[in-house]
């Protein structure tokens, strides 16, 4: 593993909470106006910096990748629980219908299909928000990536759109991580995710698409859509963030999926030190233990194991 992959896997869990907190002030609003886009952290509802349940439910997901590998969804929506009953101001629809039944007894598979049954159409963006930390503990292994980036949406999102959508981010970031260009890191992830046509179409079609045309709404297909644009429209990490969260409507969503991509593509040190210093947030929720980019940057690196792959590369016993 070399220095620029572990830098790499760190501005995946930077970037995605920061395309999160810098997308929260514009959520639910207009796009903003290309002459007057927003470039620095914004109060919203929370404070200027601050991310919101995407970056939550990936932590969710790193910590219990931490805790069992290859992924254990019983243990995930165990996890996902604890966060439900924390009272989260920010949850989206699908999740909370799942969730809640996870509550009150139901197994995770029973809950999760059967909201999927009670609203067949319904494909948000809700796993494709929080998949990054699979590619992270499974950087070097794609057949687990794949396995557990359609699990974990299994667990609360059972359309294939949001399943092969997941196991499209992830494999993009795996594909950028090992040094393939944007572009290139795309049309490898599409034939590895296989996602449903349209989908394909969508996220094929997107980087040709002007801006008025991306209506970036909750819908999974949207949100991928945004974050293909803004990867394969602009030449830098903070370029592509900002480009996707001033499309406004779920600019935290979009945003944390693009900062994930760009953060794989750039790196964190291509990341902007004023957003790094600002980014914050609670986790576990209502813990009082307030997260920073040093504590992201720690979670990226147990999850990948960072140091002792470092370790085994110098040792010449494996290769990156
Ligand atoms: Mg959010």
Redesign the pocket.
């Known amino acids: 593993m070399s220095t620029d992959i572990v830098d790499r896997l760190r501005g995946v869990a930077v970037g995605a909470a920061i395309g ?1 907190a810098l ?2 002030p514009l ?1 639910f609003g207009p796009a903003i106006p290309t002459d007057r886009l927003g470039r620095t952290m914004q109060p919203g509802r929370l404070p200027a910096g601050a ?5 939550e439910m990936a932590l969710a997901l790193a910590e219990s990748l931490l805790a069992r590998r290859p992924l254990d969804p019983a243990d995930l929506a165990g996890r996902f629980v604890a966060w439900f009953r924390a009272r989260p101001p ?1 949850i ?1 629809r699908h999740t909370r219908l799942t969730l809640k039944r996870v509550y009150r007894g139901e197994p995770w598979a029973a809950a999760a299909a059967a909201v999927q049954a009670e609203n067949p159409e319904s494909a948000s963006n809700g796993s494709v ?1 929080r998949c990054w930390p699979v590619a992270l503990a499974h950087w070097d292994d794609l057949d687990h990536l794949l396995a557990d980036s359609r699990l974990q949406s299994l667990v609360t999102h059972q359309h294939p759109e949001c399943v092969a959508g997941s196991a499209f981010v992830n494999l993009v970031i795996y594909h950028l991580v090992h040094g393939a260009a944007p572009r290139e890191a795309v049309g490898q992830a599409l034939d590895g995710a296989d996602p449903p046509s349209a989908l394909r179409q969508a996220i094929e079609a997107a980087s040709s698409k002007p801006r008025a045309e991306l209506p970036n709404s909750g819908w999974v297909r949207h949100t991928l859509e945004s974050a293909v644009w803004g990867l394969l429209t602009t030449g830098s990490f903070e370029e592509a963030v900002v480009q996707v969260v001033n499309l406004g409507n ?1 600019a ?2 979009a945003g ?1 999926v693009v900062g994930a991509l760009a953060g794989a593509a750039y790196g964190l040190g291509a990341i902007p030190a004023a957003w790094r210093a600002t980014l914050h947030g609670e986790w576990p929720l209502r813990s009082g233990v307030r997260w920073d980019e040093a504590r992201l940057i720690v979670l990226a690196d147990s999850l990948a194991d960072s140091a002792r792959q470092i370790v085994r590369l110098s040792d010449g016993r494996t290769n990156p």
């Open positions: 999160d997308g929260m959520e991310f919101t349940d995407d970056t920010d989206g928000m779920d935290d969503t944390a």
